[in-house]
């Protein structure tokens, strides 16, 4: 786990003034404003957080002063955050705002680190791109988060911005380390000073069993979480997926061939992980780091469970002109967001494509396995191109409303579609929304014997019906029912009629 | 001078079908039945080829919609009661209405349906439906489409051995007969008045069913009865008899 701390958070977001003039941000509480955060220079002025404007103004006349916009410092660390997880799918931010100004963020970098070559290049290739967004930061990398967490600030060498220490050595990194290093409230270590206890080794040297009792339970929590001995429970920004591979680049990448080339290596990559966990993806990510430290992101859907490289391949080919790799990428990431069980049985099975038993049971719709793997191909390639939604089957609803009648399934089902129910004749063409037409000779109980549409006058010759649907009166909507007819014209056209509250309109166009 | 007139013609006809093959298509001559002996008479295998282009556009853009799309339907219902796999149906609008075509026999569970806002996506799913073993075959439903586009159908298609099926729903009607076409046939449906015999209720649809182009056959109308009830297409009944005469 690293502990990455940036003390001077919202003043460098800024990044207004040189480095050299005393500058702050204050906060308005009360009618007063109160400084929030100082720079270097402000600081060795004599100005700290919790001054008046005023007082700091006296103290130092030359100071630079601008209004803190906490909103602000969130979207910005959100930003860094991003960026932050070209090294590890696993971040979380730490508190914010922190008093001073400061913000940090966690990484959980377990399986991440040798692709950067070891731990102690990934802190130096953090630390060294944070400096590149203008944040000095400091980092402590330990085996748990409390331990990290008191390293990154109290724990690193003068001179030096990080600090890792061995698996299993907290108790002998911590012990010199103060007591405001365990996350504990300033009153909290306020009164333990008074007792005489200062470092973490203070506390150490107590018998284990009276810390609870004598100091209260979240001095003794924070000691053994730091430890080790307690678990801490944080949760990343965004939930980690399933099962995620990545490359890292040492030198930007940003030739298209490259980028084809790599993406290809991470589809086989993550193909061999499903196999191995016995899995298929219906849902994929394909993150772009780049270098300057944007990134873009690229989802994809499956219409069923897969993991064929050459599948997958077509699929992001379709989409290469979308990649963007910008002055180039250091990194990048290819993640299954969503997995279904998928035995190595299911992709060899040679009558239905995953087994699935709820498939319409049509025999001469039983594809044998390289047609159901095009299918899925083309539908998955379609879907892409058209837009989510825009492939799918027919399926029946139980309604007598024609408009409601019909509901879209995915184009691979996985349940049974249900029977059309036998009902009057229904036409072929429904218009979206019905449209109204001028009854010229209505008669008093049926079919109209003459009726303009779309500004032409139709005589009706046959007519059949009426056929009453009610509205359904749970839902929203009129609920007067409607009274259907079939008509047919002079021409033989033949029209799907209604009246409803004695409006007509025209729903739909027979064969 | 060797054999009959007739047969010297069914030699020379089987040649210029070979020319006018694209190269490397194949061609296994498989054909599909329209279910009335009369009109598949008239086609030169003895039904639709399947590996091809077939057009169909209403009479008038808006009023025939309904016929042009039955016969559509009925395209589609042949093809799949003679094929395995599923059609893939791509259109503008989704206003097709699904119950209606169940009941001609079309198995919903069978039609894949895409809708494309775009004409170009529209042309592309198609040729990517062509492209794919697993389908029967594919429709789409056009408002009209160039002889470039269609010529790219037509070539993909032929490749593919796969019908397609293309609805122009606002093509000018009256011009179908004169405008050159890649298709293999091109149909133009409108509506006739049913049998008078019925006073009150609305009978059987008629439709006056042109042929506008064959390739290597030739133009021909026919008045025929549709059943929407069943799907099934008969000549109709007081012109039967003309019709059949024509033919012979």
Redesign the interface.
């Given at each position: 786990m690293i502990s990455l701390w940036l003390p001077r958070f919202a003043i460098e977001r800024r990044r207004a003034s040189p480095e050299s003039a005393p500058f702050a941000l204050f906060q308005r509480e009360g009618g007063r404003e109160l400084l929030f955060a100082v720079n270097a220079a402000a600081e060795a002025g004599g100005l700290l957080p919790g001054m008046t404007l005023s007082q700091a103004r006296a103290l130092c006349p030359t100071l630079g002063s601008e209004e803190a916009a906490p909103q602000q410092d969130k979207a910005a660390l959100a930003r860094l955050a991003d960026w932050a997880e070209r090294f590890t799918p696993w971040v979380a931010l730490d508190g914010l705002p922190e008093p001073g100004g400061g913000a940090g963020l966690w990484l959980d970098i377990t399986g991440c680190a040798h692709l950067f070559g070891g731990e102690e290049a990934l802190l130096r290739a953090l630390l060294a791109g944070c400096r590149q967004q203008g944040y000095a930061g400091r980092a402590g990398l330990a085996d748990t988060p409390g331990a990290a967490w008191a390293l990154a600030r109290h724990g690193c060498e003068p001179g030096s911005n990080r600090r890792r220490i061995e698996a299993g050595a907290q108790r002998e990194a911590l012990a010199p380390l103060p007591l405001a290093a365990l996350r504990l409230p300033a009153g909290k270590v306020e009164l333990l000073a008074r007792l005489g206890l200062l470092r973490i080794g203070d506390l150490l040297a107590l018998p284990p069993a009276s810390l609870t009792t004598r100091l209260g339970p979240e001095v003794a929590a924070r000691l053994r979480q730091a430890l080790g001995e307690k678990g801490e429970p944080l949760s990343p920004r965004r939930p980690a997926p399933p099962q995620e591979v990545r490359l890292a680049f040492g030198e930007p990448l940003a030739a298209a061939e490259d980028l084809a080339r790599a993406v290809d290596c991470l589809i086989g990559r993550l193909c061999c992980r499903l196999e191995t966990a016995g899995q298929g993806v219906r849902h994929l990510r394909l993150t772009l780091f780049r270098a300057e430290g944007s990134r873009q992101e690229l989802e994809l859907a499956t219409s069923r469970a897969t993991r064929e490289p050459a599948h997958l391949a077509r699929l992001f080919a379709q989409q290469r002109e979308r990649l963007q790799p910008g002055f180039g990428l250091d990194a990048l990431a290819l993640a299954a967001c969503v997995v279904e069980s998928l035995s190595a049985l299911q992709m060899s099975l040679v009558a239905e494509p995953s087994g699935q038993a709820g498939r319409?049971a049509?025999p001469?719709?039983a594809?044998s396995e390289?047609?159901?793997a095009?299918?899925a191909?083309?539908?998955d390639?379609?879907t892409l191109?058209?837009?989510a939604g825009?492939?799918?089957?027919?399926?029946?609803r139980q309604s007598h409303l024609?408009e409601r009648?019909?509901t879209?399934l995915p184009?691979l089902?996985t349940r049974r579609?249900g029977q059309?129910?036998p009902?009057p004749?229904?036409?072929?063409?429904?218009?979206?929304r019905p449209e109204p037409v001028e009854v010229l000779a209505p008669m008093a109980e049926g079919a109209p014997t003459r009726f303009r549409w779309?500004r032409?006058l139709h005589r009706v010759?046959?007519?059949?019906g009426p056929e009453r649907l009610s509205a359904e009166w749970w839902r929203d909507g009129p609920i007067d029912s409607r009274d259907y007819f079939?008509?047919?014209d002079?021409?033989?056209?033949?029209f799907w009629l209604y009246c409803q509250a004695e409006r007509w309109f025209l729903h739909?166009?027979?064969? | 001078m060797t054999g009959s007139e007739p047969e010297n013609l069914e030699v020379l006809r089987a040649h210029i079908r070979r020319l006018e093959q694209s190269g490397g298509a194949r061609r296994d001559g498989a054909t599909l039945s329209l279910g009335a002996a009369a009109l598949d008479r008239r086609l030169p295998g003895g039904g639709l080829p399947l590996a091809g282009l077939h057009e169909v556009r209403p009479a008038h853009p808006e009023l025939d919609d309904g016929p042009a799309t039955g016969f559509l339907l009925l395209l589609a219902a042949r093809l799949l009661a003679a094929r395995a796999g599923r059609l893939l149906w791509v259109s503008r609008a989704d206003d097709l209405h699904a119950p209606a075509a169940a009941v001609v026999g079309l198995s919903t569970a069978r039609l894949l349906r895409a809708c494309a806002a775009r004409r170009e996506d529209l042309l592309w799913a198609l040729e990517q439906g062509l492209d794919c073993p697993a389908l029967a075959g594919v429709v789409g439903e056009v408002d009209a489409v160039d002889a470039v586009a269609a010529r790219r159908l037509q070539l993909a298609a032929e490749k593919a051995g796969r019908p397609c099926f293309l609805l122009q729903r606002s093509a000018a009607g009256t011009q179908g007969r004169l405008a050159g076409s890649p298709a293999l046939t091109r149909w133009q449906v409108a509506a006739l008045p049913s049998d008078p015999g019925l006073p009150d209720l609305v009978g059987r649809a008629c439709w006056q069913l042109d042929l506008l182009r064959c390739r290597g056959g030739r133009p021909a109308s026919f008045e025929v009865e549709w059943d929407d009830a069943t799907g099934d297409l008969a000549l109709a009944a007081p012109l039967r008899d003309r019709a059949a005469a024509g033919v012979a």
């Open positions: 319409p049509d001469a719709a594809a390289p047609d159901a095009a299918l191909l083309l539908i390639r379609l191109r058209l837009g825009a492939v799918g089957c027919q399926a029946p024609p009648a019909v879209r184009a089902p579609a059309w129910c009902a004749p229904r036409p072929l063409r429904l218009l979206a779309r032409r010759t046959h007519a059949e079939r008509i047919e002079q021409d033989g056209r033949r739909g166009l027979f064969g | -």
